[in-house]
């Protein structure tokens, strides 16, 4: 996980102490006084962090980690090279969670912010931004010069927004770094957890959120939308797109530039959308999917498959424009 | 209707009295003078209450009823006991929301709270609490120790929180029991009047809402999220369930424990919930439907009948997933 | 566009400082230096507008037009009487969007408002108001008696509210008009600038939303909800209408009177809808439709195409009840 001043980071611990976390008792290693200065994807991770391994889709970048230890399981483990010490498990997305709370504790649910304090405290330290009223900034918040802040809106520490901004009312952002000319609608709640938990009977076990919300220049966000931070990566929506009302995006979601999203759309976590895709009202986008370049989705559609570059599609599933019309002109 | 702190009650009334609102000229009995304390459903009423009864099914219930008098209609008299009285009408919904409405004539529209104060004249009441800024809380509520409360957050009268519970920032929580461990992110409104009246050219008459939103142990609502109390019962989110975001929850809906709602799903009113239900994003659940226990329902879906125990659907209308895959790859 | 206290309108401005804007280098007329006063559309202009014709389909209207010049393509222009100077463009809307903006220059994006007071500053104004705390009002508003308005609710400059009105917490309410006995719940936002712009490269260019919001009497608009203004007309709920809580309705969208519309519909731009409308759950109307009287549309739908009076429809895409029901029993 990214290194990131929205979270507080614990450690390094020593290897040992995270092995016995994870409840594994016999491992024969000579790095086992090694430190761990975190828990980072594959790709990522050093020689100083712990990594994990979950599905044989990541073989390539499995073979060339530098990870010093890798949660996976047996069966996985042959993807790993032979200088980083495999951890075994049975569930891996549940011991990652364990192993990432030891990291990140305060993570895993959004405690509300206490550094808060009203606007009219912070007048000289912006000078150039115009707010309303009882606007409640968090320490270290920045924010460029000709920016709003509409009224009752709610900056939480740390957050980053650009030049010529204009936030609605009502608002909350915290975990989030936002560009120039972004344009946030009244009510929108920006960077808060998502929903990640590994279930378990009558006491969900949640995943840590140290990711964060990304909104690069020129972006709009619609009214009463939410845009949930990423777990371990960021949710990101790229230059110029815009989100009509209401519109639900999910952790670690990447949205292209200049994307238009009309309203009620819906994606789950960790979809990637590629540029100029055009979105119709109350599509959804399933989990873990690729979206291509210009890619046309209708209003209503389900999408539950990759889709290349250029695609049309409608229907719940998504099909091909063309075949949605004619199954449907056949149908009525 | 359960007596709750949350509504004004009104009442005794004469029964002569509430027979002439209901229109009824003659009727031959001698209780006319007897005093009605409350209008109740068929098995919760006692003799000194009034009830109603609108479809044979509720027969079973019907004939063991221990109400003074039922609103119904000449059709389904026969199913009462002869210690009933009967009061036969044409539109028993709508006689029954005039006479709900006698007994409780403010809960049919939401005024806002008139007894709120800043949380900043309650820091001595609540001392194990921490609350944000701009919290503004009514008489009599209840808050455990270890609780957060965000900012800008509106806690109405007499609600009840427990210990350690996570509220966000800009919350509205009114006629809700919420227990410990729950978390209600960012911009949820818990506890509004449902979505009930009876069409009225020009004057639709509104059903009062005298039931409450029960949240129990370790309940999740994501952000954006609207939770309709009950009309005549309680809606009620079972322990450690968890609500994505912009999830809706309409009137005296029950979700069982363990359960996981994906983003943006809507639930038509008085739906019950099994144990373990899974639901994917943009699902919708039809009104007055029993859903059993360790259901699937995939995202998209539109339930418009029952589903047994184990039951996994999918398609709008859902239909068994087997069948929804089979006929989508013939669709293609 | 009509004239609105909303909008800060500039103008008038000479024909050939916006021929030039437009980038026409040569037109011959002797209109030249003719004053323009409004940029309307065809029926509404007068002899001092401009005005635009994008489509065949308005053609009767066209004919008749005042207007001293249109904006249209040289396929069209044909349409339009002698004494309207035609000035032919590749894109219509492109260039609509450019002249409205030198008339409304802010009305393209939601600046909060900066003249927002706190109610505690008001009450010897609104002596029959009952206002929570921190309710934020701008200049001018219009609330009328025995109206209440919830805690943190912004009421933007202009804004008229009637009678007997109940505005809940956490709403925000801009560039509307609002009748007697409206009920708006908590977390609802009205009259945000709708989801209009043409697509550029890297830089959307916003449609100008110069129209309202009109609520009628009586209306009831559920928690979240969130409608948006009219673009170049106002966007308008009739009589008696409900909405259930999470419903979207785009700009320019006009619904009929007595109108029951269920939790989480969404309506794209410029749709009309007729009286006695019934709309399931999560349903979906398309832009630019003509919903007639008296009609049901099936929780889940995706409504397509126009519907006259009396239609019963259900599907995606939203067929005849009838039709819906057979095709799903043979998929079973």
Same mark, same amino acid.
């Given at each position: 996980m990214s290194s990131s001043k929205f979270y507080e980071k614990k450690g390094p611990f020593p290897l040992k102490e995270i092995i016995k976390i994870i409840g594994i008792k016999e491992i024969s290693t000579n790095n086992k006084n090694s430190k761990i200065h975190s828990i980072e994807s594959l790709d990522k991770a050093t020689k100083n962090d712990i990594t994990f391994l979950n599905?044989?889709?990541y073989k390539e970048i499995a073979k060339k980690t530098k990870a010093l230890a890798c949660i996976t399981t047996s069966n996985l483990s042959? !993807? !790993?090279?032979?200088t980083c010490m495999k951890l075994n498990v049975k569930n891996v997305l549940y011991t990652v969670t364990h192993v990432s709370k030891l990291f990140y504790?305060? $993570?895993? *649910?959004?405690?509300?912010?206490?550094h808060l304090k009203g606007s009219s405290k912070f007048k000289t330290s912006y000078k150039k931004v115009k707010f309303g009223l009882n606007v409640l900034i968090g320490k270290n918040v920045k924010i460029g010069k000709n920016s709003y802040i509409g009224s009752n809106t709610i900056i939480e520490s740390n957050v980053v927004i650009g030049d010529n901004c204009i936030i609605g009312s009502l608002v909350t952002i915290k975990n989030s770094i936002i560009s120039n000319k972004v344009h946030i609608q009244d009510g929108a709640k920006i960077g808060v957890k998502g929903f990640g938990f590994i279930p378990i009977q009558d006491n969900n076990l949640r995943t840590p959120h140290v990711g964060r919300v990304i909104l690069n220049e020129g972006v709009e966000i619609g009214s009463n939308c939410t845009i949930d931070r990423g777990s371990m990566s960021d949710t990101v929506i790229g230059k110029n797109t815009f989100l009509d009302n209401q519109v639900h995006v999910a952790h670690n979601v990447h949205i292209g530039k200049n994307c238009m999203i009309a309203g009620q759309v819906g994606f789950a976590g960790s979809s990637t959308l590629g540029n100029n895709v055009i979105i119709g009202g109350q599509a959804g986008i399933s989990g873990h999917l690729k979206i291509g370049n210009n890619v046309k989705i209708g209003g209503g559609s389900g999408v539950i498959n990759d889709l290349p570059d250029n695609s049309q599609v409608m229907g719940?599933? $998504? *099909?091909?424009l063309r075949n949605f019309i004619r199954v449907n002109r056949n149908e009525k």
């Amino acid at each position: 996980m990214s290194s990131s001043k929205f979270y507080e980071k614990k450690g390094p611990f020593p290897l040992k102490e995270i092995i016995k976390i994870i409840g594994i008792k016999e491992i024969s290693t000579n790095n086992k006084n090694s430190k761990i200065h975190s828990i980072e994807s594959l790709d990522k991770a050093t020689k100083n962090d712990i990594t994990f391994l979950n599905s044989s889709k990541y073989k390539e970048i499995a073979k060339k980690t530098k990870a010093l230890a890798c949660i996976t399981t047996s069966n996985l483990s042959k !993807l !790993l090279p032979e200088t980083c010490m495999k951890l075994n498990v049975k569930n891996v997305l549940y011991t990652v969670t364990h192993v990432s709370k030891l990291f990140y504790p305060a $993570a895993d *649910i959004d405690k509300p912010d206490q550094h808060l304090k009203g606007s009219s405290k912070f007048k000289t330290s912006y000078k150039k931004v115009k707010f309303g009223l009882n606007v409640l900034i968090g320490k270290n918040v920045k924010i460029g010069k000709n920016s709003y802040i509409g009224s009752n809106t709610i900056i939480e520490s740390n957050v980053v927004i650009g030049d010529n901004c204009i936030i609605g009312s009502l608002v909350t952002i915290k975990n989030s770094i936002i560009s120039n000319k972004v344009h946030i609608q009244d009510g929108a709640k920006i960077g808060v957890k998502g929903f990640g938990f590994i279930p378990i009977q009558d006491n969900n076990l949640r995943t840590p959120h140290v990711g964060r919300v990304i909104l690069n220049e020129g972006v709009e966000i619609g009214s009463n939308c939410t845009i949930d931070r990423g777990s371990m990566s960021d949710t990101v929506i790229g230059k110029n797109t815009f989100l009509d009302n209401q519109v639900h995006v999910a952790h670690n979601v990447h949205i292209g530039k200049n994307c238009m999203i009309a309203g009620q759309v819906g994606f789950a976590g960790s979809s990637t959308l590629g540029n100029n895709v055009i979105i119709g009202g109350q599509a959804g986008i399933s989990g873990h999917l690729k979206i291509g370049n210009n890619v046309k989705i209708g209003g209503g559609s389900g999408v539950i498959n990759d889709l290349p570059d250029n695609s049309q599609v409608m229907g719940y599933p $998504a *099909i091909p424009l063309r075949n949605f019309i004619r199954v449907n002109r056949n149908e009525k």
